[in-house]
């Protein structure tokens, strides 16, 4: 086939084509052929719940992509994956649609007609899912955090770049749509519009107890348990532990559960570190030192941190304070002034934390002084355009390019966050190596970095060792 012609397909795929410098190398041959205009990203969602449909959701409205599978270990969830799916092409005029069902999502991966996965599942599946889709050579859209752990980061970074595959984070504030005020805020910042930055407070909300205390319940013949642990520590079934079974919409408990879930330092931690870090230019570092306060749930079925006070000091004695008092979002403070970004009072959902009740609903960007927010010049440093996460996915896909959160910066967003995590557990000051990705001189905090999977087949190390990647 000609340069042009495998050119023009590639631009014609994903909507506002960008232009190649060079054709993907991963882009599959079956793509290629004659009829390769007409063709799009093959696409399949594993997880079907909560944040999965959202997902699926956007990738249904790119015009470059086509759902074409579901995965979910509990059959209600996946049922009602494929429904949603097919209802969308069905109202938009299609008939006939049979999207595939898969329970385990090594199917998935074996799937030769699949070319990109989404991966929205709970945070302690992350990593070996993602790591066998990038050794499976399968394109990766991840929800945030990145990772569960420190050394699980790390271990999918490796897969990634080794497999040159194109793996985007679930870091939507990095996008224009739907909240933009973060990426006027961080560019703001790293173009010195406040001066010489001072001080970085952050928000990420405040979970409580449920009120229940541990209570063992019979696993429902719909839920495969067995998997959906996967690495986690043996334990009995809880509803409030896993998801609602009556409800599609409702808040996880993983996420309260600290075996599946480090709670809000790294739930809303995760997107937020991430923003402060673009904008201080350290997307690619970390903190120095680590001071970590925090309460955490005792007798209860919840178990992650509730209360919290954390300080991190960053190269140019940056120091980043994050406390469950201060407004969900981040305010950067300089020598000439300051700007504060948030998502207002806008919820992921219903049940999700937020800003305390009764608050005056303010601007999601705001400034000491409207100079600061005023149009950049042509010579400032602005960041890739994304109109959204999914869309910039696939754009990079197709431009076979790094994309607006790639595993290189939301690896290290995880790292700070888990490190504040760490130091909640072991209640004392902490010292970070960026370069070495280690705790120095502190063999317990070190330990912590991750944890012994629960039985072989869950372990990403030896996937990682049976694919020859050290």
């Not at 409030?240 to 330092?265: A, C, K, Y």
Request: charged share 25%; glycine share 8%; with cysteine.
């Amino acid at each position: 086939m000609k340069n042009q012609t495998r050119r023009s397909f590639l631009k014609a795929a994903v909507r506002g084509g960008v232009g190649l410098a060079v054709l993907p190398s991963i882009i599959p041959v079956r793509l290629l052929g004659a009829d390769a205009p007409g063709k799009k990203i093959q696409v399949a969602q594993i997880g079907c719940g909560r944040m999965g449909r959202a997902d699926m959701g956007d990738v249904l409205k790119q015009s470059s992509a086509r759902v074409v599978a579901v995965c979910d270990l509990d059959s209600r969830r996946l049922a009602a994956g494929k429904k949603l799916a097919e209802d969308f092409y069905a109202k938009r005029g299609e008939s006939g649609v049979n999207m595939k069902t898969f329970h385990d999502y090594h199917d998935v991966l074996a799937s030769p007609d699949i070319d990109a996965v989404v991966i929205t599942v709970p945070d302690h599946s992350h990593a070996l899912i993602a790591i066998e889709a990038a050794i499976a050579g399968k394109h990766i859209y991840l929800q945030k955090p990145v990772t569960y752990s420190i050394v699980e980061a790390i271990a999918l970074r490796k897969a990634v770049e080794a497999k040159k595959i194109i793996l985007q984070t679930g870091s939507q504030q990095r996008s224009e749509h739907p909240w933009g005020s973060f990426r006027a805020a961080s560019e703001v910042v790293r173009n010195g519009r406040i001066g010489q930055l001072k001080t970085i407070k952050i928000g990420v909300g405040l979970d409580k107890a449920s009120g229940h205390a541990p209570a063992p319940m019979p696993v429902p013949e719909n839920l495969d348990y067995e998997r959906w642990l996967g690495s986690a520590p043996e334990q009995a079934y809880m509803e409030r532990r896993v998801h609602p079974q009556n409800s599609l919409e409702g808040r996880p408990g993983w996420i309260t559960t600290e075996d599946f879930g480090l709670g809000m330092i790294t739930n809303w931690g995760a997107h937020h570190v991430d923003i402060a870090q673009w904008a201080m230019g350290q997307e690619l570092g970390g903190p120095m030192t680590i001071d970590s306060h925090a309460e955490f749930m005792k007798g209860d079925a919840w178990t992650v941190h509730t209360t919290y006070h954390v300080e991190m000091l960053y190269p140019k004695n940056v120091q980043m304070i994050l406390d469950n008092t201060f407004e969900n979002g981040i305010r950067f403070e300089g020598d000439e002034g300051w700007v504060f970004c948030t998502r207002s009072q806008e919820k992921v959902t219903s049940s999700d934390p937020n800003s305390p009740a009764g608050r005056e609903v303010l601007p999601p960007l705001r400034a000491s002084d409207p100079k600061i927010l005023s149009p950049l010049g042509g010579n400032a440093v602005r960041w890739m355009p994304s109109k959204s996460q999914h869309g910039n996915w696939l754009e990079s896909i197709a431009a076979n390019r790094q994309p607006i959160a790639p595993i290189q910066q939301s690896a290290r967003s995880l790292e700070a966050c888990a490190a504040a995590w760490i130091g909640m557990k072991l209640k004392r000051k902490l010292t970070w190596d960026a370069t070495t990705e280690m705790f120095v001189g502190d063999d317990a905090a070190n330990a912590l970095r991750g944890r012994k999977a629960r039985k072989p087949e869950y372990d990403f190390q030896l996937v990682l060792q049976r694919a020859g990647i050290a």
